[in-house]
């Protein structure tokens, strides 16, 4: 198994990647040192729950992102979650109905 800190160190530079940031703009967003950052994402540093969660605060994503080796090994309930984050409840009700639907048109074709 991967040691935690490189998983970590992975996931932290591609969500910083997707969100267009550099380094140093994660840790401006963070409140971070740009060296704290850099060392982060080599795997060079553990951090604090408070650091860890600046981090997850600062690009947009659930802490538990940063966790997961594979993206599909998040679970389906917080992938879910993190797609109604920040929607209305008009969104949220909309998504969460077509979901439903896709699912049931699913079941009728298996």
């Known amino acids: 198994m991967k040691d935690i800190k490189y998983i ?3 996931n932290v530079k591609l969500y910083r990647k997707r969100k267009n ?8 967003r963070s409140e ?6 850099k060392r ?5 540093r553990t951090m604090s729950l408070d ?5 997850s605060d600062a ?10 080796d594979q993206v599909e090994d998040i679970p389906d309930a917080e992938r879910i979650l993190c797609v109604l ?7 949220k009700d909309y998504l969460l109905h077509m979901l439903h639907e896709m699912a049931i048109g ?4 298996v």
């Open 8 to 10: 970590i160190a992975d």
């Open 21 to 28: 940031l550099t380094q140093l703009d994660l840790a401006e």
């Open 32 to 37: 971070l040192s740009l060296d704290s950052i």
């Open 40 to 44: 982060v994402e080599r795997g060079q």
């Open 51 to 55: 650091n860890f969660l600046r981090i």
């Open 59 to 68: 690009l947009h994503i659930p802490l538990s992102f940063l966790l997961y």
């Open 85 to 91: 984050k920040g929607k209305s409840k008009k969104q």
């Open 106 to 109: 699913m079941d009728k074709l």
